[in-house]
């Protein structure tokens, strides 16, 4: 195994950013997006940072780019590829300019995370982060950790701090973009405690493109229909929830994995196709909140897959199965990650 890291107090400027050493070469690619349709081909994986991004490409191809600067309120994934090069989030649409592709957020202490308001607490973004590269002959992985601050933006009061890490896989046999989404939260030692809560769908969150409205199909690991919680809004517990729909002129399907070292796995999805397609990881905070003290942080991890074309049940297990064994290897490596425990 070859493993590559970098440390840095501020963004590299574009003709320093990283490239992948894959069996020994250095590949470098080509930052133009490849004609969707096409997927390339290769082993090969490059994390770069490009003005206020961090930008993931898969053999020559974008998988993703996530906005870490210069953001409003909060860092989130603002585009997420499929292997043949179809984005399928949406960033900020008119209905919800909150809506933020793929975006984490809670309240804190009575302070709204979610939305975007004068009101509203603010991720702000350290000036450091790292990113480092994995291969192996069964894997690639690019991973990029930021710090942010949790803030009151009246009072400046620093409420939580967070620990994000973002990791793009690919792995042996699978035509599938896979990223790993893990937030370590910690109290600041002058809050001694802060509580989580929020509404039914605070969580990790993700909104789809418009063409995925209305049109797809949510499915789990329990084949459990959940609950109506209103009007089109489901909410069910399952390890894993995906959603089959079409995306312009393609099928696609995207899944969520809950991590079982979660608190109260497995999760609470909450589930919308109509009058858009919205899909949350969640602690069911709307129910009972979750408190945290400077003794206790918590760490949350989840899986996000995505294919082109209609995948069924038993295949998504199959991907969510293997995305937990490099879990566990993982905690084999870093005995550290194994703080949580399960309410």
């Given at each position: 195994?070859?493993?590559?890291?970098?440390?840095?107090?501020?963004?590299?400027?574009?003709?320093?950013?990283?490239?992948?050493?894959?069996?020994?070469?250095?590949?470098?690619?080509?930052?133009?997006?490849?004609?969707?349709?096409?997927?390339?081909?290769?082993?090969?994986?490059?994390?770069?940072?490009?003005?206020?991004?961090?930008?993931?490409?898969?053999?020559?191809?974008?998988?993703?780019?996530?906005?870490?600067?210069?953001?409003?309120?909060?860092?989130?994934?603002?585009?997420?590829?499929?292997?043949?090069?179809?984005?399928?989030?949406?960033?900020?649409?008119?209905?919800?300019?909150?809506?933020?592709?793929?975006?984490?957020?809670?309240?804190?202490?009575?302070?709204?995370?979610?939305?975007?308001?004068?009101?509203?607490?603010?991720?702000?973004?350290?000036?450091?982060?790292?990113?480092?590269?994995?291969?192996?002959?069964?894997?690639?992985?690019?991973?990029?950790?930021?710090?942010?601050?949790?803030?009151?933006?009246?009072?400046?009061?620093?409420?939580?701090?967070?620990?994000?890490?973002?990791?793009?896989?690919?792995?042996?046999?699978?035509?599938?973009?896979?990223?790993?989404?893990?937030?370590?939260?910690a109290v600041p030692t002058a809050k001694k405690k802060v509580t989580l809560f929020g509404s039914h769908y605070d969580g990790l969150g993700m909104r789809f493109i418009r063409s995925m409205d209305g049109n797809g199909i949510f499915l789990n690991a329990d084949e459990n229909q959940g609950e109506i919680f209103r009007g089109e809004e489901?909410?069910?517990?399952?390890?894993?929830?995906?959603?089959?729909?079409?995306?312009?002129?393609?099928?696609?399907?995207?899944?969520?994995?809950?991590?079982?070292?979660?608190?109260?796995?497995?999760?609470?999805?909450?589930?919308?196709?109509?009058?858009?397609?919205?899909?949350?990881?969640?602690?069911?905070?709307?129910?009972?909140?979750?408190?945290?003290?400077?003794?206790?942080?918590?760490?949350?991890?989840?899986?996000?897959?995505?294919?082109?074309?209609?995948?069924?049940?038993?295949?998504?297990?199959?991907?969510?199965?293997?995305?937990?064994?490099?879990?566990?290897?993982?905690?084999?490596?870093?005995?550290?990650?194994?703080?949580?425990?399960?309410?």
């Amino acid at each position: 195994m070859m493993k590559t890291t970098i440390h840095s107090r501020s963004a590299m400027p574009l003709r320093q950013c990283l490239f992948l050493l894959w069996m020994g070469i250095i590949a470098v690619m080509s930052p133009d997006r490849l004609v969707c349709g096409q997927e390339p081909t290769g082993n090969s994986l490059e994390i770069r940072t490009e003005e206020d991004y961090f930008s993931a490409y898969i053999n020559g191809q974008m998988a993703l780019r996530y906005k870490y600067k210069q953001v409003p309120f909060k860092p989130y994934i603002k585009e997420l590829y499929t292997p043949l090069g179809l984005n399928i989030l949406l960033d900020s649409p008119s209905d919800h300019v909150h809506h933020r592709g793929v975006m984490f957020a809670v309240v804190v202490d009575n302070i709204g995370f979610w939305e975007e308001t004068d009101t509203s607490g603010k991720q702000v973004h350290e000036e450091n982060f790292s990113v480092s590269t994995v291969s192996d002959e069964n894997e690639l992985r690019g991973t990029f950790s930021d710090t942010l601050n949790w803030v009151d933006p009246k009072t400046d009061e620093l409420l939580l701090n967070e620990k994000r890490c973002v990791s793009v896989q690919r792995i042996k046999g699978v035509r599938a973009t896979l990223l790993t989404w893990e937030s370590k939260l910690a109290v600041p030692t002058a809050k001694k405690k802060v509580t989580l809560f929020g509404s039914h769908y605070d969580g990790l969150g993700m909104r789809f493109i418009r063409s995925m409205d209305g049109n797809g199909i949510f499915l789990n690991a329990d084949e459990n229909q959940g609950e109506i919680f209103r009007g089109e809004e489901r909410l069910v517990r399952s390890s894993w929830c995906a959603y089959t729909a079409r995306a312009g002129e393609k099928e696609i399907t995207v899944a969520m994995f809950d991590d079982p070292a979660n608190v109260r796995y497995p999760a609470t999805w909450f589930t919308m196709a109509k009058p858009f397609a919205y899909l949350s990881a969640t602690m069911s905070l709307h129910t009972q909140a979750q408190e945290l003290s400077c003794e206790k942080p918590i760490t949350l991890r989840y899986g996000i897959a995505l294919w082109d074309g209609k995948i069924d049940s038993k295949q998504i297990e199959s991907l969510y199965q293997r995305w937990l064994e490099t879990l566990k290897t993982d905690q084999k490596k870093d005995p550290q990650n194994k703080e949580n425990s399960n309410d």
